[in-house]
């Protein structure tokens, strides 16, 4: 079965840091752009960060930019997001994505290939 596999939520306060995966069961990630997509309650899901395959273009949303970085490692067939500062206004449920599409299209909420489960990051003190 191909499917997407976060891990790294949890609960943090405000200020604080945490280190989001997304991993692989059945493919290899190398050629695909994966993102990081969110959804709080009563919101949308929408783009959070993104990296192309290579790893040599990212896009991140305004509203994370100079505290969230997103990086991967194909070797290890695992993307990461690491999240810094972090607000009760993060607080949601990440998702990651896969797709054979650019990083700054990737970004763009629509059908992607294959999508995580998600993983509850909650902000709070």
């Known amino acids: 079965q191909l499917q997407l596999v976060e891990s790294g939520g949890g609960l943090v306060q405000p200020g604080g840091s945490l280190r989001l995966s997304c991993t692989t069961s059945g493919f290899s990630l190398d050629y695909y752009a994966v993102g990081w997509f969110r959804q709080a309650p009563g919101k949308e899901r929408g783009g959070v960060s993104c990296i192309s395959g290579g790893g040599g273009h990212t896009a991140y949303a305004d509203s994370v930019k100079g505290r969230f970085s997103i990086s991967r490692d194909n070797a290890q067939n695992t993307v990461y997001l690491q999240m810094n500062s972090l607000k009760p206004e993060d607080t949601a449920i990440y998702y990651c994505?896969?797709?054979?599409?650019?990083?700054?299209?990737?970004?763009?909420?629509?059908?992607?290939?294959?999508w995580g489960q998600g993983t509850q990051v909650t902000v709070s003190s």
């Open positions: 994505a896969a797709d054979g599409t650019t990083a700054q299209a990737m970004c763009v909420m629509g059908p992607k290939d294959f």
